[in-house]
Nanobody, 124 residues
Framework: QVQLVESGGGLVQVGGSLNLSCAASVRPFSSYAMGWFRQAPGKEREFVAAITWSGIGTKYADSVKDRFTITRVGGANTMYLQMNSLKLEDTAIYYC?????????????????WGPGTQLTVSS
């Protein structure tokens, strides 16, 4: 079983930037993709971004496309989410996840592992 832990959350002003990281206790299954989800107060959890094990293929939610960048280095047990041009609606708890593929993660299906989450608060 893969243990995932997020870090890097905090408070940032509108238009600012922040980088989140997700560390795995052990190397995830080689063919598994990883990604990020978020849940804002009073809202359902939503998909943010996903990346293949190799770090080459990515998927993004329309709401964060061109603002967020997901990265992963092959052979390393850490994944990142660089968030730029932050908006108030980005405020949420961000969760790291592991799944079968980027497509599966984008659909929120068959998630194998979840991290405990890290809080991002965007203020004006």
């Amino acid at each position: 079983q893969v243990q995932l832990v997020e870090s890097g959350g905090g408070l940032v002003q509108v238009g600012g930037s922040l980088n989140l990281s997700c560390a795995a206790s052990v190397r995830p299954f080689s063919s598994y993709a990883m990604g990020w989800f978020r849940q804002a107060p009073g809202k359902e959890r939503e998909f943010v971004a996903a990346i293949t094990w190799s770090g080459i293929g990515t998927k993004y939610a329309d709401s964060v496309k061109d603002r967020f960048t997901i990265t992963r280095v092959g052979g390393a047990n850490t994944m990142y989410l660089q968030m730029n041009s932050l908006k108030l609606e980005d405020t949420a708890i961000y969760y790291c996840a592991e799944g079968k593929s980027t497509s599966t993660l984008a659909a929120g299906e068959r998630v194998a592992s979840w991290g405990p989450g890290t809080q991002l608060t965007v203020s004006s």
